[in-house]
């Protein structure tokens, strides 16, 4: 999915927050950020991050989300979704991208903040 038009504030709409899954993710091409899972957690809490875990690149789209959390489907590190850090014992950070929810409607930032 290409983003769409940007606003006058650099945000721009990528997808209503219905279209992504609960407990799951949907990957978005941008630009500014590469490949971004934007992800939706049960309690509809929308979060982005780069679609790389920080241990081998897997894609953490197809992870299993938890809470705010998503596991990597490759070699199971838990990433936290707010801050993209892994959880100890394992050390790394996945890149977060600014997210935000308007009207139902899910925003990135559309350049590096």
Same mark, same amino acid.
């Given at each position: 999915?290409? /983003?769409?038009?940007?606003?006058? +504030?650099? !945000?721009?709409?990528? *997808? #209503?927050?219905?279209?992504?899954?609960?407990? &799951?993710? %949907?990957?978005?091409?941008?630009?500014?950020?590469?490949?971004? +899972?934007?992800?939706?957690? /049960?309690?509809?809490? $929308?979060?982005?991050?780069?679609? %790389? *875990?920080?241990?081998? #690149? =897997?894609? /953490?789209?197809? &992870?299993?989300?938890? &809470?705010? @959390? $998503?596991?990597?489907? /490759?070699?199971? !590190?838990?990433?936290?979704? @707010?801050? =993209?850090? +892994?959880?100890?014992?394992?050390? =790394?950070?996945? %890149?977060?991208?600014?997210?935000?929810?308007?009207?139902?409607?899910?925003?990135?930032?559309?350049? %590096?903040?």
């Amino acid at each position: 999915m290409e /983003l769409g038009i940007m606003d006058r +504030a650099g !945000w721009m709409e990528v *997808c #209503g927050v219905q279209d992504i899954p609960r407990q &799951g993710a %949907r990957v978005v091409a941008t630009a500014a950020h590469g490949e971004v +899972a934007v992800f939706r957690a /049960l309690d509809d809490t $929308v979060f982005a991050l780069e679609d %790389r *875990c920080p241990h081998k #690149g =897997g894609p /953490l789209s197809q &992870g299993i989300v938890h &809470g705010h @959390a $998503v596991t990597c489907p /490759l070699h199971s !590190w838990v990433i936290d979704l @707010a801050s =993209g850090e +892994a959880a100890a014992p394992d050390k =790394g950070c996945a %890149r977060r991208i600014p997210v935000r929810v308007e009207g139902g409607r899910v925003l990135l930032a559309a350049s %590096r903040r």
